[in-house]
């Protein structure tokens, strides 16, 4: 039961275009979110992340937007560059108990390609 | 270079047989997570060490076992190999232990373990 699900295997978009990574969740106990990001030969690197109690959360080129109802998140590219072709992963954070400690539990990728 | 170090990165192996995988944390981090993943799966948490001691358990097999040792460094026992133990193999590392929201986890490169 897969409790991050990235439906997308994939996304092609031109250089300059907007990118939109796309994740859904399923447990509500998850309460931070996070994207990583992965090229070839290397492990992920964390991106960006939002806290449950934002809808929003902006760096530079890129936002996260969290719709706590519908159980979604989004990761927008703006503009695309060449050098963004990766693959995305979507995380979630949820506390283990009383324990307070945490682990991460991540989709299965979408893997971007940016077109010059 | 993320600072974690993951030897071996290829691995090849037949069912039945055991492997170490091994994981030498970024400098100054305490937290080992070994991840696991398969063919378009996501990554799998397995277990979490923090200063030697376990802390978490994921979907971690009997089978499997991990270990993180007074230098820190950690090492993940996968024996009895079955064919659908092929994967890649991602630890992980951070500074902090309870409350740890994910961005400070570093990646290590991966370890590919193919079973035939």
């Known amino acids: 039961d897969q409790q991050v699900k990235q439906n997308s295997p994939s996304l092609s978009v031109q250089e300059g275009r907007i990118s939109i990574l796309n994740c859904d969740y399923t447990?509500?106990?998850?309460?931070?979110f996070l994207w990583y990001k992965k090229y070839p030969a290397e492990g992920p690197t964390f991106l960006i992340s939002?806290?449950?109690?934002?809808d929003k959360n902006e760096d530079g080129r890129f936002t996260v937007f969290l719709n706590k109802s519908a159980k979604h998140l989004s990761l927008h590219i703006v503009p695309s560059q060449p050098g963004d072709s990766a693959v995305y992963f979507c995380?979630?954070?949820?506390?283990?108990?009383?324990?307070?400690?945490?682990?991460?539990?991540f989709g299965s990728g979408t893997r971007l390609q940016v077109q010059p | 270079d993320s600072g974690v170090t993951q030897t071996p990165k290829h691995l090849i192996t037949a069912t039945g047989q055991r492997v170490t995988l091994r994981c030498s944390p970024r400098?100054?981090?305490?937290?080992v997570y070994w991840y696991q993943q398969s063919l378009d799966q996501g990554l799998q948490f397995l277990i979490q060490?923090?200063?030697?001691?376990?802390?978490a358990k994921g979907n971690i097999l009997e089978r499997f076992s991990a270990q993180q040792f007074p230098d820190l460094h950690s090492e993940l026992n996968l024996s009895s190999l079955e064919l659908g133990d092929s994967a890649l193999y991602f630890c992980?590392?951070?500074?902090?232990?309870?409350?740890?929201?994910?961005?400070?986890?570093?990646f290590g490169s991966g370890t590919r373990l193919t079973v035939v």
């Open positions: 992980a590392s951070s500074a902090r232990d309870r409350n740890d929201l994910g961005y400070g986890y570093t």
């Open positions: 447990n509500s106990m998850f309460d931070y």
């Open positions: 939002i806290s449950s109690i934002k």
């Open positions: 995380a979630a954070s949820a506390r283990w108990g009383d324990t307070g400690r945490r682990a991460l539990t």
């Open positions: 400098s100054g981090d305490l937290s």
């Open positions: 060490y923090y200063n030697g001691e376990e802390r």
